[in-house]
């Protein structure tokens, strides 16, 4: 049973939630490190259950004419995402919830992933949104 003195406080599961994207992004920006440098053609079939024929074509003619080289560059996106969660959260949210829709058209499976996440990422990214109106100063002025 929760009682007011056992509940957490709101700030703390809000700040749980962004800490836990952090960590998730920051460590996919490894894997795909390691990926991209140690076997870059394990990325071969990711497209293969693609909700759309132009997904998987795309996946197939552009990612994997050089997968080292876009794998790296999608683990820099995860890392610049997992920055701009601790730098600017407003905009971090913005792209996690654009990083899992993307990610959903890849196949059903992937919507297993995205859904909970994006069921964390969108409350977490209008708490950021209000948060900051919260705190944006009276003049109007403020710095995304």
Avoid at 55 to 61: F, G, L, V
Avoid at 73 to 80: K, S, Y
Wanted: hydrophobic content about 60%.
């Amino acid at each position: 049973m929760t009682t007011p003195d056992t509940q957490v406080p709101a700030a703390t599961a809000w700040r749980a939630i962004q800490w836990g994207f952090v960590a998730l992004f920051g460590s996919g920006a490894a894997v795909h490190t390691f990926l991209a440098l140690s076997t870059p053609d394990s990325y071969d079939g990711f497209a293969d259950a693609a909700l759309f024929d132009w997904t998987h074509d795309a996946w197939q003619q552009i990612f994997m004419a050089h997968p080292t080289a876009w794998a790296l560059l999608l683990a820099a996106a995860e890392l610049t995402i997992a920055v701009l969660l601790v730098k600017s959260p407003r905009i971090g949210y913005v792209a996690v919830i654009v990083f899992h829709l993307a990610l959903m058209l890849f196949g059903w499976g992937f919507w297993l992933w995205s859904v909970p996440a994006l069921a964390f990422a969108v409350p977490a990214a209008f708490h950021a949104f209000h948060a900051f109106q919260d705190e944006k100063p009276a003049d109007g002025s403020a710095d995304w």
